[in-house]
């Protein structure tokens, strides 16, 4: 059993609590996570004082809980980051807590959750969420009998619960390290191999100015101007905390004149959720051109916080019928736009300072921009010049812009945290973790942009020396289990004396050969092992897709960035290889409903296929895993992709301890790595190029049988994905997305990473959806 006093967290948090009038009432109350306990007080708790060992409540997390994010909300004139925590089995019975600031929501969260991943301790039934009304909680139970039950994403077994599935998933679960992927350290860094779009054209005020780079589709009036404004950015350093500039600019009040020249006011027209709400911004024509009417914008803000502590604000215009256009002003229209603000961390690790780029891509609705470009882009960049206001006015301020009330600042103040250490219990992985170097964190001289291959520009000399086979990071999954990574690296042919390549250089060199390289080819049975299934069948899979062929495809595999075979001890990922699954079949259906266990249904591909090797007297050898991403909306939507395997479940060990394993194995381990090869600025930020735990960020139903598994994705369940579906869903049918599943691996025999399968949507229509056949 491990030492349940390495995690502890404490601070002031307020409980947002319903009374019978729908009103939220904050509770100050004390918190204290230790281990995986949490208490709390009406008072902060000091040894040796009456009452303090008498908490208002007191539990523990146990491995059921989930933390959700619910991003920032108003409370009776306060701004408050909120999330909550529930059972996983009864999610209307739940804690919501909230605080001032987004760092302490998400440090709070990450302690939850890793309290969470923890064993309880024994002799402990308590809990310290609330319990369910009309509901008993089964404590003592392992997670698998309890899948009957849904709405959490737990496994459902429609294969009649035979007990050799039983017995493997309780196995597997016992033989379980206690430490997972979680505990390893986070890297921010995206897993996409990606050229960059940005090239720099400018220099002013201490600012550098870019321009992304265009597709070359452009519209009709495009042509007649001589082609369409480009995105423009700007690019700054500000000394302040990233959360500290966040605040700054996502104020609309009258504080917002000590810095924005353009703004006149504000105000939020709708809350949409936590994430995202309905802005009307009205600017002065002091800025502007000599006689020009003054501008507004109506547009919906979403923002995140990225686990590098990165702020993420997108801007996209929209309609609203609550602000028509007023004759006082000229609408503007905001195509894309926002601000990514970065911590950039010292050389004792701490961040005083931050990076922030503002990206616009605007229409000013000028006619006389009409026939003269320039003055349109003269525009953004004036606009784009903020970011100098915002360094000069964190000179003159030693604190945040925005003074917080007493209590708020009180608690800023008592808020104590201890980042948790990782559980291994194998004594020989701790001690190749322990003697692994730690991640270099970023110098004060190193640049931010190494960081990120994509959205990212930086100028490097051309390397003198580089050979592809030389770099491990460069090479395939494949490559890395047949070569040895202890071997010396050959020294160069030339004897003068060199420097040492830069990283910088070294993505370059990596973008130039991905260039070169042949673009998306359509795997088929040659590139796995001994197939299970003839090509005719794959054809007719193919054939009785809704989805068109044009639209799917199977992307390259060497895009995506994955754990290679020493990651554990390196923290390097690599190319990826070829994928144990192969792309057989896709659907894109509509409904009024959320559609679930589309695999089970007759009309079905799969069960076409089972009908058809059933009537020819075939045995149905093969294994599919069917993913279907369910998309929120009116009417709601459901893209379903087929993979088969390529080889027999028993020789991937991975995949199989998937399909047998239980819903808290699968959750930690299904893994999703999206890419947005082609669209605008705001669709590759929202989507992101970083892979992520699905289960852990949204509900995952599974559906299993003796011939496939079903993962039905409910992206409705996050208020984050629900923002970022409202800001991709107006550009999907010029978009091209990629995205790569996999199985994570955390241990030494189970590295490298293989993926499960990859997919390339392209310009998916939404008219073309159809209905999905009935259920059975």
Known sequence: MGDFSLVRMEGWVYILSSSKLRLNHPRKRYLVLEGNRASSYKDKPTPGTPGAENPVRSGIIDPDTRVVDHGRETVHGRVFFTFSMHDSYAPEAKIRFGVPNAEHAAKWMESFRTAAERAQPPGTNKTFLPPAQGRRRLPNLPNLRRSGRRGSGLIRDVSGGSGDLLSRGESLQADMPTWTGAFLAKDASPDVVASSPWHIFGCKNGLRFFQETSDGEEGLLGKIRGGESPTLMAVGVVNASPASVFDTVMALGPSRAEWDFCFHQGRVIENVNGHMDIVHKQFHSKWLPWRMKPRDLVFQRYWRRDDDGSYVILYSSTKHEKCPPSKRFVRAWLQSGGYIISPLKGRNGDVKRCMVKHIMKVDWRDWKGFWRKSRNREMSLIMLERIAAIRELYKVKDKPLIPAKPELRKMNEDIYYDKPEPQVENAN???????????????????????????????????????????????????????????????????????????????????????????????????????????????????????????????????FLIRGKHYLRDNKKVKAGTPLMQLVAADWFKSNKREDHIAARDGCVIQKLFAKQKSAQKVAESYFVV?????????????????????????????????????????????????????????????????????????????????????DVDIGSSSVAKGVVNLVIGYVTKLVLEMAFLVQANTEEELPEKLLGTVRISNLDMQKAVFPPPES
Not at 488 to 494: G, I, K, T
Not at 659 to 672: A, C, E, P, Q, T
């Open 627 to 711: 993913i279907n991403l369910q998309v929120p909306g009116t009417p709601s939507y459901s893209l379903v992709l087929y993979y088969m395997a390529n080889k027999q479940l028993k020789d991937m060990p991975l995949l199989e301890s998937f399909v047998r394993g239980d819903n808290h194995y699968r959750n930690s381990r299904f893994k999703l790595c999206p890419h947005v090869a082609k669209g605008s600025w705001i669709v590759k930020q929202s989507v992101g190029k970083s892979a992520c735990l699905v289960g852990e960020a949204l509900d995952i139903t599974y559906y299993s049988s003796d011939n496939y598994l079903e993962l």
């Open 429 to 559: 992985i701790a001690s190749i973790r322990d003697r692994a170097p730690k991640q270099p964190t970023l110098q004060e001289s190193e640049s931010k942009f190494l960081m990120v291959a994509d959205d990212e520009f930086f100028d490097a000399e051309e390397p003198t020396f580089w050979k592809r086979g030389e770099d491990p990071e460069l090479m395939s999954s494949d490559e890395v289990e047949g070569s040895s990574m202890d071997e010396e690296e050959p020294e160069p042919r030339n004897h003068a004396p060199q420097q040492a390549v830069s990283k910088a250089a070294t993505i370059v060199k990596r973008l130039q050969d991905l260039a070169s390289a042949p673009k998306h080819p359509s795997f088929s049975r040659s590139h796995g092992s001994k197939g299970l299934t003839d090509e005719a069948d794959v054809e007719f899979m193919k054939r009785e897709s809704s989805l068109g062929t044009m639209t799917w495809e199977a992307a390259e595999p060497g895009t």
